[in-house]
């Protein structure tokens, strides 16, 4: 309760207001060639989750992507962080080769971006996380005892070289 006397201004009494909320999303995709953009060939991965963090990293907001590998928060203005969780067996691709409207803005290590600060009415539609899965080479070394270049059941693993 504010009181005045007769005569007497207050010019310290303000009020401020946003007309609407802001919208942070886009999309998750699997990177076939793991260059970081997003190619025509290549499918959103549904079912991925997706975190909304304070600029600060506290949790505020969880969802998952759609079916076509959508997602989306609405927020208030202020500055946010969005953070992609890795399916198992997957990695992030590597983030912001190129075009920032169809790159990864995923850190390859933590999934999570750089700090998004938005205004009322914002759209940022450019949120993304490539997903790759990693390739693997090799298999083991055997003492080949016969000389012959297969492994034989009775020709086992080398642990030292």
């Known amino acids: 309760m504010i009181n005045l006397s007769p005569n007497e201004n207050d010019p310290t009494i303000d009020a401020g207001f946003y007309v609407e909320g802001a919208r942070i999303g886009d999309f998750v995709w699997e990177d076939l060639d793991g260059d970081g953009q997003q190619d025509g060939n290549e499918p959103g991965v549904s079912g991925v989750t997706v975190n909304l963090l304070d600029e600060n990293g506290n ?6 992507t759609d079916v076509n590998g ?28 190129g075009n920032d409207a169809t790159d990864s803005d995923a850190n390859e290590n933590n999934g999570q971006t750089a700090p998004i600060t938005v205004q009322s ?29 297969q492994q034989d059941a009775t020709e086992v693993k080398v642990l030292k070289a």
């Open 59 to 64: 949790l505020l907001e969880t969802t998952t």
């Open 70 to 97: 959508g997602y989306e928060f609405i927020v208030d203005p202020g500055t946010y962080i969005v953070e992609f969780v890795n399916p198992n067996g997957t990695e992030f691709t590597t983030p912001n080769e």
């Open 121 to 149: 009415g914002d759209n940022i539609d450019t949120i993304d996380a490539g997903l790759v899965e990693p390739a693997s080479l090799g298999d083991f070394v055997w003492e080949d005892q016969d000389e012959d270049g």
